[in-house]
């Protein structure tokens, strides 16, 4: 009981930076119909710039501010390079073209950087807390806490802010905003941004837990995507149930079935829930208009 | 659009093509010519394993060029059914001892089931699942090839792998494997002229219009998918043969990566443009040696490229030199003469060919059609009319199955059609056009058409492609365009593009015509003409259901109409009596 306890603290710890993830995901897809599956290398590249500036020498809070700067940059530089020009085609092109960028990131990390992973100090210097039979670990509460902070700053930010109400309107009918006198491509290049920073954030708070190396960017993106699908393609509540679900699923089917497996636990998940439930946990059947 | 002449039966024999095995002679000339240089010529260690690399992978990319070339689905995980193919033929001929030829199939056998399991879990939905899942499997595979030591040896692989008796020499295997390429190449680039490839094609273009035209959409694109994988499957199993060793990392995620950028930059839709985009990536790396000794560089390289082809040349080198080829040759190629076009609608049920009782389509709370009975009588003209949002293309698609009813029941000529996917109400006799037009748009005018005449179970085509071609000819001959058959679909005017739709449906020979809005967007002119076509179609007793907003065509071309109004039948029967009928006028006009 006690050991389920514990796990049951790791997985939604581990499960909150999946929903981070499959968050940027979701808000990129409902902007632009497009599944963004460079998503995860976003995290990866954070992680790195996050390792490189504290090995540079600056206080742990500037690396963070410094290595959120870069991902907003990246934001930028991966609207201009790879949705903008294919804005107009069909979603294949796209989709190929952010996998291509998927390779490229990740590969050019690893090029200047080399394969050693490297290791990320967490925030806090208490490694963590014992309440009871569970000990609770300083970096997972921190994730779960930021995460529960986003998720109602997204609320807030979406339902209360004229600017949130302009990206919502741009992501449910692209012609009738900019007939509004919306800028659809702002608004497109604002949510490259956010989605960036945001999964730039979740690479950032789960570096010190996992290695940071070139691959946790496709880990993290495959097991956030499967979490979009669990929970309801492009439905953002949808996206946080569902990576939390995944990192608890995740995490006990290491402890009781198999650890070399622990990656293939969500691809089970995934491929059960396509075959039984395909609109996920929230979502509903959309058909094509004739 | 009217050229009458055009409609007469032309004494003049329609030009019979050659036989297939006569018109493809030379590619079998150049197979055998190149399998004779790779049985004969000496090669040096280094030149025959590249070689051999390029030939085994040429095979897995041509799979691609099927799924995502002809179909239009993704597929991320090539190097798993490739590395399936491979290890069937590692482990079968090592550890377990059996024939190379056993193993082979066996390899294909096995990526062919895991294939066709992975594309029905999926390929309902849309593309962006079947990236993931293919990714998901190319994981699963390769986690279970490093971790399962018992089964595959783990991450140190699989050596001493077996030949074929008859192919021991690394000269004759080298061979062996370029006739493979040589039949498999012939096969895929013939795919595309065969039904099934002309199905994947329709998918490929349009979805909805595919099903409507009888194409069983999953079905197809689960074939084209298990057949990517087939193909991955028995290059990996002739790769291990070749190189005797197999281990984890040669079928892992980068390598699906490498297949889809081989496909990529060759030219996805065909099976010559994925040869030279497999040779010239093969070929690149070797020259550009150093790039390698820096990891990661080499890739970062592919993930640019593949970012700049998709950009920039959406079609791949072999897409810009087949595209001027095929303008160049629509240009010459003579368009056969054509017959006037027969339509026999098949007479089963009685006098009523359609019968629709208590049909209802709620989405939530909004009731879009709410009971309608229609009834429409045989060989006559029916109108379907009302106001805006008052149910009308709510009704066709659910007549035509793209909606599923949520109560009713649909009777075409004595057969329920209610519980059938729209596939399957086509094969019974139902045709339809849609109010924004969707046609094939990377097919010429003849192809579209032909997807239509090719319906299951039209009796006036017979056998063989000629036969197809003939009666698509004398559709789009019906309506006027037979002169500007090998034209593609971008080339036609609005109107036209209408037109085509209409004899892809007229050459499929239905029972009842279903025309979604054909007058909307066309001119005073056109207009006339359309209704000079309709009258003709009716003349050769084709019932057809018509919507539409111009009160003037319906009037004049329809016999009977029904009027909905908020999802309700309002009015129903002979014309002029309910364009007066007093709830009709309010509807439309508002009343005092």
């Known amino acids: 009981m006690d050991l389920a306890l514990q796990l049951l603290f790791t997985g939604i710890g581990i499960g909150a930076v999946y929903a981070l993830v499959a968050l940027g995901f979701v808000l990129i897809f409902r902007a632009t119909n497009v599944v963004n599956f460079a998503q995860g290398e976003f995290s990866m590249v954070a992680a790195y710039l996050m390792v490189v500036a504290v090995e540079a020498g600056l206080p742990y809070w500037a690396a963070f501010i410094v290595a959120l700067l870069g991902m907003a940059l990246l934001g930028v530089v991966f609207n201009l390079g790879v949705y903008y020009p294919l804005r107009h085609r069909t979603y294949l092109p796209v989709i190929i073209a952010t996998i291509g960028a998927s390779i490229l990131l990740a590969n050019s990390v690893l090029a200047i950087y080399g394969p050693q992973p490297q290791v990320l100090e967490g925030w806090f210097e208490t490694p963590g807390i014992q309440v009871g039979p569970v000990y609770l670990d300083s970096q997972y509460l921190l994730i779960i806490c930021v995460t529960i902070c986003l998720v109602i700053f997204n609320f807030w930010f979406f339902e209360k802010t004229l600017l949130g109400k302009k990206l919502q309107a741009t992501s449910q009918d692209k012609e009738m905003a900019s007939l509004l006198g919306i800028s659809v491509s702002t608004m497109i290049m604002i949510t490259f941004i956010y989605s960036a920073v945001l999964g730039g954030l979740a690479g950032i708070l789960v570096a010190p837990v996992l290695f940071v190396s070139i691959q946790m960017g496709s880990t993290i993106a495959l097991k956030a995507f499967a979490a979009t699908i669990i929970g309801g393609f492009g439905d953002v509540a949808g996206a946080i149930i569902g990576g939390l679900a995944l990192g608890v699923i995740e995490t006990f089917g290491a402890a009781y079935v198999s650890v070399p497996y622990k990656d293939g636990f969500a691809f089970l998940v995934l491929i059960a829930f396509l075959i039984f439930r395909p609109q996920g946990i929230f979502g509903e059947r959309v058909a094509e208009k004739a | ?592």
Not at chain 2, 370 to 389: F, Q, S, T
């Open chain 2, 1 to 592: 659009m009217s050229a009458p002449s055009d409609n007469m039966p032309i004494p003049a024999p329609a030009i019979r093509s050659k036989p297939l095995v006569v018109r493809h002679l030379p590619y079998f000339i150049g197979a055998a010519i190149l399998v004779w240089l790779a049985a004969t010529m000496r090669f040096d260690g280094y030149v025959h394993n590249i070689l051999l690399q390029a030939t085994t992978f040429s095979i897995a990319v041509f799979g691609l060029s099927v799924v995502l070339g002809l179909c239009g689905q993704i597929n991320l995980a090539q190097a798993a059914f490739f590395g399936l193919g491979a290890y069937a033929v590692g482990m079968g001929t090592t550890d377990l001892q059996l024939s190379f030829w056993l193993c082979l199939v066996g390899g294909c056998a096995i990526s062919l089931l895991a294939g066709a399991f992975l594309g029905m879990s999926t390929l309902r939905l849309g593309g962006h699942y079947l990236a993931m899942v293919t990714i998901s499997f190319q994981q699963i595979v390769t986690l279970v090839m490093i971790n399962a030591i018992w089964l595959t040896r783990g991450p140190d692989g699989v050596p001493n792998i077996k030949r074929p008796e008859l192919f021991q020499t690394s000269q004759s295997y080298l061979a062996f494997c370029v006739a493979m390429l040589a039949i498999v190449g012939y096969l895929v680039w013939h795919l595309a002229d065969t039904k099934l490839g002309r199905a994947m094609r329709a998918v490929r273009d349009n979805e909805l219009a595919a099903g409507v035209n009888g194409i069983d959409v999953f079905r197809t694109k689960i074939y084209a998918f298990a057949l990517c994988a087939l193909l991955g499957g028995l290059a990996g199993g002739l790769f291990a043969g070749g190189f005797a060793y197999v281990s984890p990392d040669q079928f892992s995620f980068a390598e699906s990566i490498v297949f889809l950028t081989m496909s990529l930059l060759g030219g996805v839709a065909s099976p010559i443009g994925s040869a030279i985009g497999t040779g010239l990536l093969i070929l690149i790396p070797e020259w550009l040696r150093f790039l390698k000794s820096v990891p990661g560089l080499y890739l970062a390289i592919y993930g640019l490229f593949v970012i700049l082809i998709i950009r920039f040349m959406p079609d791949g080198i072999w897409g810009f030199v087949a595209d001027a080829f095929t303008r160049w040759r629509a240009k010459i190629k003579a368009t056969p003469a054509a017959a006037a076009l027969q339509l026999k609608p098949a007479t089963i049920g009685g006098d009523t060919v359609l019968e629709v009782t208590g049909l209802s389509k709620h989405f939530g709370g909004l009731k879009a059609v709410d009971g309608v009975d229609i009834a429409v009588k045989r060989g006559g003209v029916h109108a379907l009319i009302g106001p805006n949002g008052s149910g009308k293309t709510t009704t066709l698609n659910v007549l035509s199955g793209l909606y599923v009813a949520t109560s009713g029941r649909i009777v075409l000529d004595g057969t329920d059609i209610s519980h059938m996917p729209p596939h399957q109400r086509t094969a019974s006799g139902l045709g339809r056009t849609f109010q924004n037009i969707r046609l094939f748009r990377s097919m010429t005018a003849l192809e579209n058409v032909e997807i239509g005449a090719e319906r299951p179970g039209n009796t006036m085509v017979g056998k063989g492609d000629d036969a197809l071609t003939e009666r698509a000819m004398e559709a789009l001959t019906f309506v006027g365009l037979g002169s500007r058959a090998n034209e593609l679909i971008s080339s036609f005017s609005y109107g036209h593009q209408r037109l085509i739709e209409i004899a892809r449906a007229l050459a499929s020979n239905p029972t009842l015509l279903l025309l979604d809005e054909p007058a909307a967007g066309l001119n005073s002119t056109e207009k006339l003409e359309l209704h000079e076509l309709l009258k003709r179609i009716a003349a050769q007793g084709l019932t057809i259901l018509i919507i539409d907003h111009d009160m003037t065509l319906v009037s004049e071309a329809a016999q009977h109409i029904t009027v909905l109004n908020f999802g309700r039948r309002i009015a129903d029967g002979e014309s002029m009596a309910v364009l007066r009928h007093p709830d009709v006028v309010s509807a439309y006009l508002g009343s005092e």
